[in-house]
Each structure stands twice: as structure tokens, then as C-alpha cells.
């Protein structure tokens, strides 16, 4: 029951005072002022339940529709109960510097100095950070904390809660950098020092040797006119040979033709009979392998020859359907 009464007691003397305070705090309408009332006496009672997150919400559902110092107080209380110290010491030093006039409710004045005392027992627990960055002018860079902008121009330490941060810095032409820190569960300041490294100016590709152009596979022996022009060779000698060959056996058949009349030859002759008929022969061979031969050289070269491009031509024609042309 005490611990009930221990937040709904300055809620509703809150609310009494709203209607009796002077113009700074007029009340909203009628709907507004009970709407405000109901939130804060549901958020009294979270808190009392330590359901921190639920009275955050409806402390400041209330504070939206009605000013009141309590509710910056009540605030204040959610966010340490929810570990967020740092928020909580802003919501009190906003109500422990709030301007009160005279004539201000007794609840309102007992709100802003429970919120004066809870400030200086938050300065013994809540850390800050001074961010310094070496390298680019403090004016040029920009710095977060957990993704929270802090203005490093000013110089000033910013305040954040007991644990594990994330520092991120960055600047046009530099490279950006991020830190990691701890603080501890106690105030005073911690210095966290970040040099950037200017971004390195774009290297050149390197110029190697020069690739030499891809030479032309050269066609296989075959695939050319050189067997042609071999195989004419050979036919050549050979039509030499079987003419000279036969020239010499017709020569000496007709030496033997005189020397042996009706075909009777000396047995002294039988040595150039023989010569005759072997010079016959070899002249007969030599013109068959000589024919072949240039046959060959006649298949190979027509086989070996490129193909013939049909040239381009273009014309103009008629047609059933008017004038054509081909190209």
C-alpha cells in the first residue's frame, strides 16, 4: 500500500493543482485533462509493478496531451528502471531547470526538487564521451554514437549509459573509422581519439609489354599447293625419262633391224636385244608414272583452291506487286 500511495499521491495533487494554477499551465479541454489524468495513474502504477516500459509509454502519451512537471518526473524514473540512465538524467535536469512561477502547485515544486537530488545521484553514475579526431577539422567530420549524431565542433563530452558503444567517424576524403568502447557504471569522461587515414589517390593501372598481334595458323602441308606442284614434278621427269628412255630403245631396235635382215640376229646381237627391250620397258614405266603423276597434281591443286566469292551484285527487277531489287 505505502508504495501505491508513493506514486499516486503527487498525481492526483497534480491534478488538483492543474485547475487551480495560473495561465502557464491552462488546462487543455475537459476530455484532454482527463485523458492526461488517466494515463498518469496508470503509469504511477506500472512503476510501482516495474513494468518500466509500459509506464514510459503511457507517462508520455499523458505529457502529450498536459504538461506537468510530475510527468517529467515519472519519466525520468521509467527510463532508469529501464537502465537508460543517461535519458533519464536530461528528463530530470529539464524539470530541475524548468522556470516555476510563484504561485506554482505544491506538487509541481516537490516534483522539480526530487528531480534536482535525483540529478546529482546520476552524476555519480552516468559516464560521457569526449570524441577527438585527428586528421580533418572537427567542423568537417561527423561522428555517432550507436547511430545517434553528436556534434564533435563543440567540443563537448556527450553523456551515454553504462556498457558497450559503437563510435563511428567519417569525413569527405578520408576513410571512415569506427571504435568500440566500454563505459563504466560511474560518471566522469571517457576520451575516445580516432585519426582518420586520408583515402589513397587512385593507381594507375601498370602498362605491361605489348601483346604481340595473334599469328595466323598456317595451313598443314596438304592443305596447300606444294604436293600439287610436287606431284607435276615427278610427272615431269617421268614424261622426260619415258622419252628419252624410248628414244634410246627405238634407236637400238633399229640398229638391230639393219644388222639382223628378216629378224635373224648373230648370237654376238643378243646383248642389245636385251638392251632395247629393257630400255622399252623402263620408257613405258616412266610415262605411266609421269601420267599419274600429273593427274595427281591437276586433283590437287583443284582440291587446294580457295573457294570463289560470288561477287555483290544488285538489281532492280519487276514484280506482281511493283519493283524489287536484289543485293
Known amino acids: 500500500m505505502q508504495v501505491l500511495v508513493k ?16 495561465a502557464a499551465w491552462a488546462a487543455p479541454p475537459a476530455d484532454g485533462v482527463t485523458r492526461a489524468r488517466a494515463l498518469a495513474n496508470e503509469a504511477g502504477d506500472l512503476l510501482d509493478q516495474k513494468r518500466y516500459a509500459d509506464a514510459l509509454d503511457r507517462v508520455e502519451q499523458a505529457e502529450r496531451l498536459f504538461h506537468a512537471p510530475t510527468h517529467l518526473l515519472m519519466k525520468g524514473d521509467a527510463l532508469i528502471g529501464l537502465g537508460r540512465v543517461a535519458d533519464a538524467m536530461e528528463a530530470f535536469e529539464k524539470l530541475a531547470a524548468e522556470p516555476l512561477p510563484s504561485g506554482a502547485p505544491l ?18 553514475r552516468v559516464p560521457s564521451v569526449h570524441v577527438k579526431v585527428q586528421g580533418p577539422a572537427a567542423i568537417d567530420a561527423r561522428a555517432t554514437i550507436d547511430g545517434k549524431p553528436i556534434d564533435l565542433a563543440s567540443g563537448l563530452a556527450v553523456r551515454a549509459d553504462p556498457g558497450p558503444h559503437e563510435v563511428k567517424i567519417e569525413a569527405a576524403g578520408f576513410v571512415p573509422a569506427a571504435r568500440t568502447i566500454t563505459l563504466p557504471a560511474r560518471g566522469g569522461v571517457v576520451d575516445v581519439e580516432v585519426a582518420l ?12 609489354p605489348a601483346i604481340p598481334p595473334a599469328e595466323e595458323p598456317r595451313p598443314s602441308f596438304w592443305r596447300t599447293k606444294s604436293p600439287a606442284y610436287a606431284a607435276f614434278g615427278l ?3 617421268g614424261v622426260v625419262i619415258g622419252a628419252v628412255t624410248g628414244g634410246m630403245s627405238l634407236g637400238k631396235v633399229s640398229d638391230l633391224k639393219a644388222r639382223c635382215p628378216g629378224g635373224a640376229c648373230a648370237p654376238g646381237d643378243q646383248g642389245d636385244l636385251d638392251t632395247a627391250g629393257a630400255l622399252g620397258t623402263t620408257s613405258t614405266v616412266a610415262f605411266a608414272v609421269g601420267a599419274v603423276a600429273v593427274a ?32
Open 7 to 22: 506514486h499516486a499521491l503527487p498525481l492526483c495533487l497534480a491534478v488538483i493543482a492543474s485547475a487551480l494554477a495560473p
Open 107 to 124: 506538487a509541481f515544486r516537490r516534483a522539480q526538487q526530487d528531480a534536482t537530488a535525483k540529478v546529482r545521484d546520476l552524476i555519480a
Open 197 to 208: 587515414d586520408r583515402v589513397p589517390p587512385p593507381v594507375a593501372p601498370a602498362i605491361g
Open 235 to 237: 610427272g615431269g621427269a
Open 296 to 327: 595427281a597434281g591437276v586433283v590437287l591443286l583443284v582440291v587446294n583452291r580457295p573457294p570463289k566469292q560470288e561477287p555483290t551484285t544488285a538489281g532492280l527487277h519487276l514484280t506482281a506487286t511493283g519493283l524489287g531489287g536484289s543485293f
